[in-house]
């Protein structure tokens, strides 16, 4: 049980979310808190910012308690992409926005599960894509067909940690051999993508273009990374293409 200065500071904390210039503040101090009660308790706002910010934080969390609560919100059409994303990351399951599949598994596991662990994820992840992957210790690579019978490997890296101590999913993709005079031009990409950065990564002691994401592990699920990796392939095959009129990567 919280101590009456805990209760107090989180009372404070979840006051500052219904405020947008100290929103995001709070809600990390929550998040580090690990504050589920003062979250789940969220979810009945009338403040519908303040309802995505505790939906988004008991995913983050992958708070098992909430299942029922966010069930409730999807039933009512409340957020229903972002309580989505919610559920899938605390159970491991992708129903999208079906409640009556959720709702069926609800009834046959009790809300037991708490989410995919790391050989569960690659597994799903390399069903989803229908590519088997190759593994290294904690890294995993893809190998995805693309048109015009072109293929591009992804690389899947787990068990990193940010200076936070949160751990990290890295995915990249090689794109072909550094030149100085590509240099502006893929900077200027980094302006156009939807997700990730191309960078420089050595590769067997050589540098070389890659396009890069990373991602927290609490907020990675199957479907989140086999459309990361799909993406990222495409992208980087793009440019190597582009680069080498090659395909070697």
Same mark, same amino acid.
């Not at 904390?13 to 100290?22: G, K, S």
């Not at 979250?39 to 969390?61: F, K, M, R, T």
């Given at each position: ?9 989180? @009372?404070? #904390? ?10 995001? /503040?709070?809600?990390?101090?929550? !998040?580090?808190? @690990?504050?589920?009660?003062?979250? #789940?308790? +969220? =979810? ?28 409730? =919100?999807?039933?009512?059409? &409340?957020?229903?992409? %972002?309580?989505?994303? /919610? ?18 598994? #609800? ?9 995919? %662990?790391?050989?569960? +994820? ?23 067909? =693309?048109?015009?019978? @072109? ?19 890295? *995915?990249?993709?090689? +794109? ?9 031009? *893929? !900077? $200027?990409?980094? #302006?156009? *993508? ?7 990564? %050595? ?6 273009? &890659?396009?890069?994401?990373?991602? =927290? /592990? @609490? ?14 392939? /495409? $992208?980087?095959?793009?440019v190597e293409k582009s680069l080498t009129k090659e395909d070697k990567r």
């Amino acid at each position: 049980m919280a101590d009456s200065s805990s209760t107090e500071n989180f @009372r404070d #904390l979840v006051e500052r979310l219904h405020h947008p210039q100290t929103r995001r /503040a709070a809600r990390l101090e929550l !998040l580090r808190a @690990r504050a589920v009660e003062p979250l #789940l308790d +969220c =979810l009945q706002s009338p403040n519908e910012s303040v309802v995505w910010a505790a939906v988004a934080s008991l995913g983050e969390l992958r708070a098992s308690e909430a299942v029922e609560a966010l069930l409730s =919100l999807l039933e009512r059409g &409340v957020l229903v992409v %972002d309580v989505t994303e /919610a559920l899938n990351s605390i159970t491991g399951q992708d129903f999208c926005g079906n409640v009556s599949q959720w709702r069926r598994w #609800l009834r046959k596991s009790g809300g037991q599960s708490a989410g995919l %662990d790391l050989g569960q +994820c690659v597994a799903q992840t390399a069903e989803y894509l229908g590519v088997e992957p190759s593994r290294k210790n904690n890294s995993f690579r893809f190998k995805l067909a =693309l048109p015009e019978g @072109r293929f591009q490997k992804v690389a899947v890296y787990f068990g990193r940690e940010d200076p936070q101590g949160d751990e990290l999913v890295m *995915i990249y993709s090689e +794109c072909g051999p550094v030149n100085p005079k590509y240099f502006e031009a *893929i !900077l $200027r990409k980094n #302006l156009s *993508i939807p997700a990730g950065a191309f960078a420089i990564r %050595d590769v067997d002691g050589e540098p070389n273009f &890659v396009l890069v994401d990373t991602l =927290l /592990a @609490r907020s990675v699920t199957p479907s989140i990374l086999a459309k990361k990796i799909e993406n990222i392939a /495409a $992208r980087a095959d793009l440019v190597e293409k582009s680069l080498t009129k090659e395909d070697k990567r």
